[in-house]
T-cell receptor, first 115, second 111 residues
Framework: NAGVMQNPRHLVRRRGQEARLRCSPM?????VYWYRQLPEEGLKFMVY????????ESGMPKERFSAEFPKEGPSILRIQQVVRGDSAAYFC?????????????FGDGTRLSIL | GQNIDQPTEMTATEGAIVQINCTYQ??????LFWYQQHAGEAPTFLSY????GLEEKGRFSSFLSRSKGYSYLLLKELQMKDSASYLC????????????FGTGTLLAVQP
């Protein structure tokens, strides 16, 4: 499968636990984006990363949320001390370049449920 | 501020044509994208406009007017499988490549 791979597809956590969401971009893509989709709402941008660099984190909550895209391995979105309001679908997208007409290609998402 | 507006829901008949409108107000503009999203699945890319005018791709066409902050997605010869949410997204100005999405239009195609 040459598409954007996200895992797990579904993740259940209790309040106060940590959630780790993983994303492997399409082959040849070096730009990764994370979006959050709440029920009945549109996709909201969270963070934009290139290998080992955070380019834009203007959509990330100031506390508990962090993201990385290491030189080797997938991009990780980490949520510490989860709360009920973190329940959402988290989508990762990738693109081969920053601008131009290259679209972002999305993974199937991780559905996070907080008990 | 940043604002993308689309109708929440639309209904159309199989074989017909439907137009989904999108208006936007963003700080800067570097292109407008349309995506299709079936329930529980990934958004899939449909079209991209950065210059004014119409882009045609098979049964799907997308139009852009930058002066009016307006775009539409036109779907022809509707099929039942076209029932999905259609997302309008604008790439804002500056070096960031982030997309600003509308809430999406849920299209129901009826026999």
């Amino acid at each position: 499968n040459a598409g954007v791979m996200q895992n797990p597809r579904h993740l259940v956590r209790r309040r106060g636990q940590e959630a780790r969401l993983r994303c492997s971009p399409m082959k040849g893509h070096s730009h990764v984006y994370w979006y959050r989709q709440l029920p009945e709402e549109g996709l909201k941008f969270m963070v934009y990363l290139q290998k080992e660099n955070i380019i834009d984190e203007s959509g990330m909550p100031k506390e508990r949320f962090s993201a990385e895209f290491p030189k080797e391995g997938p991009s990780i979105l980490r949520i510490q001390q989860v709360v009920r309001g973190d329940s959402a679908a988290y989508f990762c997208a990738s693109s081969p370049a920053g601008l131009g007409n290259q679209p972002q290609h999305f993974g199937d998402g991780t559905r996070l449920s907080i008990l | 501020g940043q604002n993308i507006d689309q109708p929440t829901e639309m209904t159309a008949t199989e074989g017909a044509i439907v137009q989904i409108n999108c208006t936007y107000q963003t700080s800067g503009f570097n292109g407008l994208f349309w995506y299709q999203q079936h329930a529980g699945e990934a958004p899939t890319f449909l079209s991209y406009n950065v210059l004014d005018g119409l882009e045609e791709k098979g049964r799907f066409s997308s139009f852009l007017s930058r002066s009016k902050g307006y775009s539409y997605l036109l779907l022809k010869e509707l099929q039942m499988k076209d029932s999905a949410s259609y997302l309008c997204a604008v790439r804002g100005g500056g070096a960031t490549n982030k997309l600003i999405f509308g809430t999406g239009t849920l299209l129901a195609v009826q026999p």
